[in-house]
């Protein structure tokens, strides 16, 4: 993947199992490889905090600690210098850009410190669509709703999906992340871990200073190297970036949001959005469902759904807006989704399904409509990284081979999960909870 948008966005998709049994890469995706799909959405509580997380004042000395001389760092930055110059920076630049970068302490800490405990679904909807977060993107789809049909009829990509976007990325503006970013990437291609990623991110990021679009004391955003009103990280800025005024720079930092949401309107469309479609809506199940048949691998058209009884939570008929599957994030006992080809084009912002319900459901608060009507299992609660490991161990020692033993509830841990349950008469819905490791644990069903 080699494009990206958000701090929160960006963070979970390098750390996180996505919700879905889809575990396809996309080219167009904005972040670094995320990991395989995930029957029980898990959302990291630093990754998916919904808004870039606001640095608390500093004083001169927290200053001096979270910024510190590093003479290998600097080494690095000279040896930099010369791989950016052959790729067609300026010296000038270069030099312009690094004045005053020092090896960041604070990057570091959060891209390391990351909890082995998620949250569920419902904990992260809880936020992301909160009663705050609904009212104030009706505000801002009111207050901009000019700009915001304009961007409409030349992108074709729905303002409400645009708006939720902005609301889940950066509140609406109000948190954009004030880290400077020149000195967050150097720190992390410097660190070595991802290296090769955010030294591409890192000549993007001059590539953009070098083009006038802005000065290195703008270039801010989150610690991990998202940028402006909808985060784009600067690979992705690069490729989708609008001048929707037409005044010379592609500004997503500015206060006026006009290029952000245009940006994020021109990266869908690109990403294949089909104007007219719904991302997906909540739906019933009838009883005695063949939960075999849900994850997004499994298309079938909407009438074949209408046939096995699939409704509208409203009890009306699904409207046909081609093949679509049936998505579970919390099992049986949560709330069930029909998605369409437009759940997967907001995946390629965020391969998190979890991201993806909230976007899909904040903007269609924001149009007016109503809260998901089905409960969550909210007795739950989410395994930890050593309890997937273990439940995976214990699947495949029972013969429920779950290829691997890495934590990552992928596909493959979906299908033993189901086989485990079909096996000990329970619905097959492969949802990984608390429940089944307790079961394996006990040696029986």
Same mark, same amino acid.
Request: charge should be positive; hydrophobic fraction near 40%.
């Given at each position: 993947m080699n494009t990206g948008l958000g701090m929160g966005a960006l963070i979970g998709a390098m750390l996180l199992s996505a919700a879905t049994a889809t575990a #396809?890469?996309?080219?167009?995706?904005? *972040?670094?490889?995320a990991r395989p799909a995930a029957a029980t959405i898990e959302v990291s509580m630093l990754a998916y905090s919904p808004r870039p997380r606001a640095r608390p004042a500093e004083t001169g000395q927290e200053d001096q600690v979270r910024r510190v001389a590093n003479t290998? @760092?600097? *080494?690095?930055?000279?040896? @930099?210098?010369?791989?950016?110059v052959a790729q067609g920076i300026r010296g #000038?630049?270069?030099?312009?850009? @690094?004045?005053?970068? !020092? !090896?960041n302490t604070d990057v570091i800490q959060r891209d390391r410190n990351q909890s082995e405990f998620t949250k569920q679904i419902w904990e992260y909807l809880d936020s992301a669509v909160s009663p705050t977060r609904v =009212?104030?993107? =009706?505000?801002? !789809?009111r207050k901009h709703g000019r700009l915001l049909a304009e961007i409409e009829r030349r992108y074709r990509v729905e303002a409400h999906v645009v708006t939720a976007i902005w609301g889940l990325e950066s509140a609406y503006g109000a948190y954009k992340g004030d880290t400077p970013i020149i000195e967050a990437l150097a720190t992390l291609a410097y660190d070595g871990r991802r290296g090769r990623f955010f030294e591409q991110q890192l000549i993007a990021a001059l590539k953009i200073i070098q083009s006038g679009d802005t000065a290195p004391r703008n270039m801010t955003g989150s610690w991990a190297g998202a940028m402006g009103h909808t985060q784009f990280i600067p690979t992705s800025y690069l490729a989708y970036a609008q001048d929707f005024r037409g005044?010379?720079? =592609?500004?997503?930092w500015a206060d006026d949001p006009t290029d952000g949401l245009a940006s994020t309107a021109n990266y869908l469309a690109k990403a294949g959005w089909t104007y007219g479609q719904p991302w997906?809506?909540?739906?019933?199940?009838p009883r005695g469902f063949d939960y075999a048949l849900a994850g997004a691998r499994i298309k079938k058209p909407v009438n074949t759904w209408h046939r096995l009884g699939v409704r509208r939570a409203d009890g009306s008929r699904i409207p046909d807006h081609g093949r679509a599957s049936i998505l579970l994030p919390a099992g049986a006992q949560g709330a069930a989704f029909v998605i369409f080809d437009n759940f997967h084009v907001i995946e390629r912002y965020n391969a998190a399904d979890a991201y993806v319900i909230a976007v899909g459901h904040l903007g269609d608060r924001i149009r007016g409509g109503g809260p998901i009507r089905a409960d969550w299992p909210r007795g739950d609660r989410s395994l930890s990284l050593t309890e997937k490991k273990e439940l995976q161990q214990r699947l495949t020692a029972r013969g429920y081979d779950t290829r691997g033993v890495d934590g990552i509830i992928g596909p493959n841990t979906? #299908? #033993?999960v189901r086989a485990f349950q079909r096996a000990a008469g329970l619905i097959p819905d492969g949802y990984t909870s608390l429940d089944i490791l307790r079961r394996l644990r006990r040696g029986g069903g």
């Open positions: #396809a890469t996309v080219d167009l995706s904005p *972040r670094p490889p290998g @760092f600097q *080494r690095w930055i000279d040896g @930099f210098r010369d791989r950016a #000038a630049v270069f030099d312009r850009a @690094f004045r005053g970068v !020092y !090896y =009212r104030n993107g =009706r505000e801002m !789809y005044d010379g720079r =592609r500004d997503i997906g809506m909540e739906v019933t199940l979906i #299908a #033993a």
